[in-house]
C-alpha cells in the first residue's frame, strides 16, 4: 500500500475552488498552491496535479473569521444656535 495522497487535476481544483482554470494555474505560478508538473518531459507543457492534503492547507491559510460588527459612531451634538 502507498501512502501517497490522492492528486488533483487543474480543471477538478478549478471546480472546487469556484473559479477558472486560469485562476489555479496562477495561483500555482506564484506559488500560493503547491503543484507537482507530472508531464515526461521535462520543460515541455507542464501537467499539474495537487495533492488533497495541499489543498486543505492552501484552504486552511485563506480562511479567516469574520470580525465582530464595529459600533455605529455616533454623531456628535453640535452647539449650533440655529438663527431663523
Do not use: C
Not at 60 to 81: F, G, Q, S
Amino acid at each position: 500500500m502507498s501512502n501517497l495522497a490522492p492528486l488533483r487535476t487543474v480543471k477538478q481544483v478549478a471546480e472546487i475552488l469556484q473559479i477558472r482554470q486560469h485562476g489555479v494555474l496562477t495561483l500555482i505560478r506564484t506559488g500560493d498552491l503547491p503543484a507537482v508538473d507530472i508531464s515526461l518531459t521535462p520543460g515541455g507543457k507542464p501537467r499539474w496535479r495537487i495533492t488533497d492534503d495541499d489543498l486543505q492547507k492552501f484552504l486552511r491559510r485563506r480562511t479567516r473569521k469574520l470580525d465582530p460588527p464595529r459600533k455605529r459612531r455616533r454623531r456628535r451634538e453640535t452647539a449650533v444656535t440655529q438663527y431663523f
